[in-house]
């Protein structure tokens, strides 16, 4: 018998899950293509602006991929607390404002004349928001069903890398920072993608297997 919490709680994770996550993800799409954010063409024209762009488009797709895991997850792992709303709301917010931050990294947007700081100082902060969202990423508790070696060296690369980039990006104050930040990002969406995808195959062979086993268990 369905109960007054019960629906509560459907009601939360449909705005959490089905209305807030899509919704972040559609403002970062709809930002990306927006024809108005440069002043003179209707694509970026510049080096800077087009490695800035790369760095915004893998940061979107990083975050589609962090829904698919997270809605994966969401079949093992059972019924959704307050406790993981607010953890998986504040791991978009952290998504969010890294993609945002990278786009005031836009030189034609903001017109700074001192286009390698504005764009490193930027990028830093970028990098800070998503390195935090890894971490959250990182506390997220982890399925029984996973090769637990294979299942950590992905989880870790992500968080890793990002740090690393963050240190990397803010001590960058001449030459081409926005094309390491671009790099930087690419080599984490190919990261996580790897680990989203291993992790999604992970629970739905477990799934499978478990299905499997409930239908002999049935039949004998």
């Given at each position: 018998m369905?109960?007054?919490?019960?629906?509560?709680?459907?009601?939360?994770?449909d705005?959490?899950?089905?209305?807030?996550?899509p919704?972040i993800?559609?403002s970062?799409?709809?930002?990306?293509l927006?024809?108005l954010?440069?002043?003179?063409?209707l694509?970026?024209?510049s080096?800077?602006?087009?490695?800035?762009?790369?760095a915004r488009?893998a940061?979107l797709?990083?975050?589609?991929?962090?829904?698919?895991?997270l809605?994966s997850l969401r079949?093992?792992?059972g019924k959704?607390?307050?406790?993981n709303?607010i953890?998986?709301l504040?791991?978009?917010?952290?998504?969010?404002?890294?993609?945002?931050a990278?786009g005031?990294?836009?030189?034609?947007?903001?017109g700074?004349a001192d286009?390698?700081s504005?764009?490193?100082?930027w990028?830093?902060?970028?990098?800070?928001?998503?390195?935090?969202?890894?971490?959250?990423?990182?506390?997220?508790?982890?399925?029984?069903s996973?090769?637990?070696?294979?299942?950590?060296?992905?989880?870790?690369?992500p968080?890793?890398?990002?740090i690393?980039?963050?240190?990397?990006?803010?001590?960058?104050?001449s030459?081409r920072p926005s094309?390491?930040?671009?790099i930087?990002?690419?080599?984490?969406?190919?990261m996580?993608?790897c680990?989203?995808?291993?992790v999604?195959?992970?629970i739905?062979?477990?799934?499978?297997?478990?299905?499997?086993?409930?239908?002999?268990e049935?039949i004998?």
């Amino acid at each position: 018998m369905t109960t007054y919490t019960d629906n509560k709680e459907s009601h939360i994770d449909d705005v959490v899950y089905k209305l807030l996550y899509p919704g972040i993800i559609g403002s970062m799409f709809f930002d990306l293509l927006d024809p108005l954010r440069y002043s003179k063409t209707l694509l970026p024209s510049s080096l800077d602006d087009k490695a800035i762009f790369i760095a915004r488009f893998a940061v979107l797709l990083i975050f589609v991929f962090d829904y698919v895991h997270l809605r994966s997850l969401r079949k093992i792992l059972g019924k959704s607390t307050i406790k993981n709303h607010i953890h998986d709301l504040s791991i978009a917010v952290m998504y969010s404002f890294g993609y945002f931050a990278l786009g005031r990294a836009s030189v034609e947007v903001l017109g700074d004349a001192d286009r390698t700081s504005n764009i490193a100082n930027w990028g830093t902060i970028g990098c800070v928001f998503l390195s935090i969202a890894f971490l959250l990423v990182f506390a997220y508790k982890d399925p029984q069903s996973i090769t637990r070696t294979t299942y950590w060296i992905k989880k870790y690369l992500p968080v890793t890398f990002s740090i690393i980039l963050t240190i990397i990006v803010n001590g960058i104050r001449s030459d081409r920072p926005s094309v390491i930040i671009a790099i930087g990002q690419v080599i984490l969406l190919v990261m996580y993608a790897c680990f989203v995808v291993y992790v999604v195959k992970s629970i739905d062979k477990a799934i499978n297997t478990q299905n499997v086993t409930g239908n002999k268990e049935a039949i004998s």
